[in-house]
């Protein structure tokens, strides 16, 4: 298992190094700079920031000097938010989407998890149909149709939470952008458990256990064993987007997560930014990814890693 | 399906009708009454929206000043209490205080008093505005200071109501669909064609090129999606149609890797090989004998990503990225709807009603679809 881990961990690296490299190329292709304004700057302030942030050398010497920092781990500053290095702005962002997401991902996988057993151990009745039909609907309504009827029912109809804002981390402020980001989510976890689940039930280890009269409580928890593994592969991608933050929910909710930062870095042309979140994204990824391929060989011992 | 397993019914009256596949499948899916409902009403909703915005009386983009952000209604505007303001504002520009104003059917009497002879040209300002038509003087009095006008009330419905600019946002909600519907099946479609050669092509071939294929798509996977997206608008400019293919240039790689899976254990088959013994080229057997027996699974995932797709539009659209006005699509509307929420909730309720319903009857045609073609569930 550890050699496996190791292996997977060096293997990482070439694909690492192969992320970072296509999309420093491409958004160095991309129309357009970091310093172009409505205005243009004048010919003399333009060539002394091009030369602070070495954008006059060649574009393989940048590309040198950007991996070398890159393995010192230094992402460099941001273009467009001055006074802030990249290593800053995650430092600040990512406690803010790493709670909020982890917490959302907890509620998922508890609350579809719970949803989706029930509704498989009874199959075909009004509960099956209500989880069924929520689990559509968490797919289709897209989260920026619901977390503004969340802000208008619970925060100006109700008033029983406020609309938006971080306040360092207060329990009241997080609760909306949670449910906003697990809903979707939720949604999968129960369909997907519901299917492998009403698959597992069939199988004949669970019958065997039926027979021997075992309460219902032990047989699910058996059954919940096989049943999780297609959800622990896809929580796995999951679990990293999540942690990585959602431009649209830290937006609506003027969260100051890390979310936001694809989106700005790419409009405004921060090439540190949008590199640093792709090596951010790129490392969660890989991560979970082997987090999942470890937890697979937990739940079902007859995979093996040599 | 394969060629050779064409059956030539035209010999076989009479005889036993063999089940195909598809055939069978057919047949699952019709008993499934989600998906029926579901066929019908996206057929309801693509006519809707193909012939809709021709005949609700509005041009998507036309503009009414005067209806800016106004409820959803049945009955037609303007509304009565709306009319005497109106003749009051034309008024203040006639220079004259409007009398004894009268609503008869669909024609206005009233009777302007100025102070000094009112000029008839400014009666225009009657036609320029959005409520009446052209004005006709029926009786002149005290040296023209006095008029008595008749004008045609011009009755218009807007039955989801209008938007920010004043647009119908019936006729809008509908011209969306139209480019909703139309990105997510290009796309799909763009996605189908990359995904299934791709897949076809790396499974059948196998061995190092299979694995430099696949390390290719995974490699892709670990980019971020949505960085991924925003470099190719900002590629391609927010150009329509490149915006298809950039979307469907995304959403590829399941496809790809779902092709592959199916590739895999088809190429294995007898009659594989026995298209191989006769000599079919590499392309050839592709084409004809691996890509049509990966349909099933192709087809099941391709109704779930049109929605997808819908949605990925409506996100792009969300963060200003997506169709540019005047054209629209939902996603603008929900996201115009969003920040309109308090004071005209009807402009998020509208579009949000059509782009879930549509994303819910497609969803209920994959999982339909799936059933269907699923040989362990009979």
Known sequence: ?306 | MAQGAVIPTDTMVGSVKGRSLWADARARLFRNKAAVVSIGWLILMALACIIGPEITGHRYDQIYTEYSRIPASLTAYPKPEQITPAVERIGSRLRAKPEGIAVEGDTLRATFVGQRPIDERSLAFFSRSDMFGEAQVTERGEEGRRLTVEVPIERRHFYFGTDTNGRDLLTRTLFAGRISLSIGLLATFVALVIGVLYGATSGYLGGRIDVAMMRFVDILYSLPFIFFVIMLVVFFGRNFILMFIAVGAVTWLDMARIVRGQTLSIKRQEFVQAAEALGVGTKGIIRRHVIPNTLGPVVVYMTLLVPKVILLESFLSFLGLGVQEPMTSWGVLIADGARNIQGAAFMLIFPSIFLVSTLFALNFIGDGLRDALDPKDR
């Open chain 1, 1 to 306: 298992m550890l050699s496996f881990i190791l292996r997977r961990f060096l293997s990482a690296i070439p694909t690492l190094f192969l992320v970072v490299t296509i999309s420093f190329f491409l958004i160095r292709i991309a129309p357009g700079g970091p310093f172009d304004l409505e205005q243009p700057l004048e010919a003399t302030v333009m060539e002394n920031l091009k030369r602070i942030y070495n954008l006059d050398k060649p574009l393989i010497e940048q590309y040198g000097i950007y991996l070398w920092h890159l393995a010192q781990g230094d992402f460099g500053p941001s273009f467009y938010l001055r006074d802030f290095t990249i290593g800053d702005l995650f430092a600040r962002g990512l406690p803010v989407s790493i709670t909020l997401g982890s917490l959302a991902l907890l509620t998922a996988v508890l609350l579809g998890g719970t949803l989706g057993s029930i509704a498989a151990l009874r199959q075909n009745s009004w509960i099956d149909y209500v989880v069924s039909s929520f689990g559509t609907m968490g797919l289709t309504i897209p989260n920026f149709v619901i977390a503004p009827v969340f802000q208008i029912v619970f925060g100006l109809m109700l008033a029983l939470l406020p609309v938006g804002g971080w306040n360092d981390g207060s329990v009241r402020n997080i609760i909306l952008p949670v449910i906003v980001l697990a809903l979707p989510q939720l949604a999968v976890v129960a369909r997907m458990i519901r299917a492998s689940m009403i698959e597992a039930l069939r199988s004949n280890h669970i019958r065997t256990l039926r027979s021997l009269g075992l309460p219902t409580s032990v047989v699910v928890l058996h059954a919940l064993r096989g049943a999780s593994l297609p959800i622990v592969s896809y929580l796995g991608p999951a679990a990293a987007a999540l942690l990585t933050g959602s431009v649209v929910v830290e937006t609506i909710f003027a969260l100051p997560g890390v979310g936001r930062y694809f989106v700005e870095g790419a409009l405004n042309r921060d090439y540190t930014l949008v590199m640093g979140t792709v090596v951010l994204v790129a490392v969660f990824v890989m991560f979970f990814n082997l987090l999942v391929d470890i937890l697979y060989a937990i739940i079902d011992p007859r995979v093996r890693y040599e």
